[in-house]
């Protein structure tokens, strides 16, 4: 049953995700599949850490905003939990988090600031997720930049984007397969 929810719930957002791109001119784009990829991936590794650190940390399960909560902790405490977390969860910044740009979707370009949350958080995790070539040499996993695809009304689309994600939540899910 809980294998069908999350096959249920991708199908959701990803339906979510091609509406948006068809109400920007971006349907059936060769463009689309990796606005969706690249939107769908931010979802998944948020949602990821999300589990990750209330598992670790049951007080942030309670807590109104667990966003918020991790915001208020110091540099230190932060790192220690991302310290505790499996090597297979990315690194996360509370910038990164689909809250605070959820909050920041009125900021002017705020296409710009999706986009660079996106690299930074490959950035960021790049000795995590870097796939090393036969000579040893790392090929960086950073995104091409997502919103100049759906120019010229990409604060929109990156809104849109962004709230489709925001409002299906998997971390629910991810709970319940990993038990």
């Avoid at 349907?27 to 590794?45: A, H, R, S």
């Avoid at 930074?120 to 695809?149: E, H, L, R, Y």
Wanted: with cysteine; proline share 4%.
């Amino acid at each position: 049953m809980v294998a069908q929810q999350f096959e249920q719930r991708t199908r959701e957002l990803i339906d979510s995700l091609k509406a948006i791109c068809a109400a920007y001119g971006l349907g059936n784009d060769g463009n689309e599949f990796k606005i969706i990829t690249q939107v769908f991936l931010y979802k998944f590794l948020n949602d990821k850490f999300a589990f990750e650190a209330k598992k670790i940390r049951p007080a942030l399960a309670q807590a109104e905003s667990w966003e918020a909560a991790i915001a208020a902790m110091s540099a230190e405490d932060v790192e220690m939990l991302q310290m505790q977390m499996g090597a297979d969860t990315a690194r996360l910044k509370p910038e990164h988090f689909i809250a605070h740009l959820f909050g920041r979707q009125n900021a002017p370009e705020f296409a710009k600031l999706f986009d660079d949350t996106l690299r930074d958080i490959a950035i960021t995790n790049n000795d995590i997720f870097a796939v090393k070539t036969d000579g040893g040499a790392n090929s960086s996993p950073t995104p091409p930049s997502a919103t100049p695809f759906a120019a010229p009304s990409s604060t929109s689309w990156a809104i849109s984007a962004l709230s489709a994600s925001s409002t299906r939540s998997t971390t629910s899910t991810l709970r319940c397969l990993n038990t």
